[in-house]
């Protein structure tokens, strides 16, 4: 059966907290006291509740990466601003995958067959 788990809240509540600071995951994972990468996902596949405050920590990060974004961008010199600007854009990435809103807007196109228009057959409810 192998040996019990040490998941606690109080350790769910740490991996979270750091996570919303901006902390790497795989640095909070190497940490004393805390799970390896491993068993982090281990209690993430078999906890809904941790998943979904994992989910919720990630999404609290924004708010960070938003503050270090402006602190780049104040720290943005002649001589680091290709640096810096490579820096703002990754995080930017990063950004619009964990949470949509700061992604790239995306518009899409529904079309009928080869690209023409969406043909529709309007049947009416007398017709069997």
Known sequence: MGR?????EEK????CDRLAEGE??????????????????????????FAKRIVRAHEDQTEYFRDRIMRL???MTAENWQYTNAQ?????????????KYGDKVQSEVSGPNGGPIQFQAKSILES
């Open 88 to 100: 703002i854009r990754n995080i930017q990435w990063l950004m619009g995958k964990i949470k949509p």
């Open 24 to 49: 790497y995951l795989t640095d909070i994972c190497q940490l004393s006291g805390f799970p390896t990468y491993k068993t982090y996902r281990r209690w993430a596949e078999q906890n809904e509740t």
């Open 73 to 75: 961008n104040d720290g």
């Open 12 to 15: 769910a509540d740490a991996i």
């Open 4 to 8: 019990p788990s040490d998941y606690s």
